[in-house]
C-alpha cells in the first residue's frame, strides 16, 4: 500500500481530530500530496493540499481557517488537523497523489490515491 490514512472517528461538533497519511513512497518531496473527502450522497471533494517540498498550501473555502494541512519529511507523513468540526466535515477522508509539475487541485491531476478513513461529527 502507498497511501495510507488514518485518525478517523467520531467527535461532537466543535471538537478536533487529526488525520494522517503514511506515504511509502521514494522522493516524498517531489509530489504534491492532497486530502479529498466525500460525505454521504455526495461527490468527492477536494480539502486541502501541500504542493512538493511544501512550497504551498492550498485549502478548499469550507475548512479554510479550521482545517491545516502538514508534511513530516522524516516520518513521510502528511497530516491534516482538523479544528472546530461540524457536521457537515462527516465523511470519508483519502489522501492522494499527483506527479504534475503544474499544480491544480482538480482530481483529474491525481494519479494515486489512498483508501480513506471515515469522520463522523455529531451535532
Known amino acids: 500500500v502507498q497511501l495510507q490514512a488514518y485518525g478517523g472517528g467520531w467527535v461532537q461538533a466543535g471538537g478536533s481530530l487529526r488525520l494522517s497519511c503514511v506515504v511509502s513512497l521514494r522522493t516524498f518531496n517531489s509530489y504534491t500530496l492532497a486530502w479529498f473527502r466525500r460525505a454521504p450522497g455526495k461527490e468527492r471533494e477536494f480539502v486541502a493540499a501541500?504542493?512538493?517540498?511544501?512550497?504551498?498550501?492550498d485549502y478548499a473555502d469550507s475548512v479554510k481557517g479550521r482545517f491545516t494541512i502538514s508534511r513530516d519529511h522524516n516520518a513521510n507523513t502528511l497530516y491534516l488537523q482538523m479544528n472546530s468540526l461540524r457536521p457537515e466535515d462527516t465523511a470519508v477522508y483519502c489522501c492522494?497523489?499527483?506527479?504534475?509539475?503544474?499544480?491544480?487541485?482538480?482530481?483529474?491531476?491525481?494519479?494515486?490515491w489512498g483508501q480513506g478513513t471515515l469522520v463522523t461529527v455529531s451535532s
Open positions: 501541500s504542493t512538493r517540498s511544501a512550497g504551498m498550501t
Open positions: 492522494a497523489r499527483s506527479r504534475r509539475s503544474v499544480y491544480s487541485n482538480n482530481q483529474g491531476y491525481f494519479d494515486l
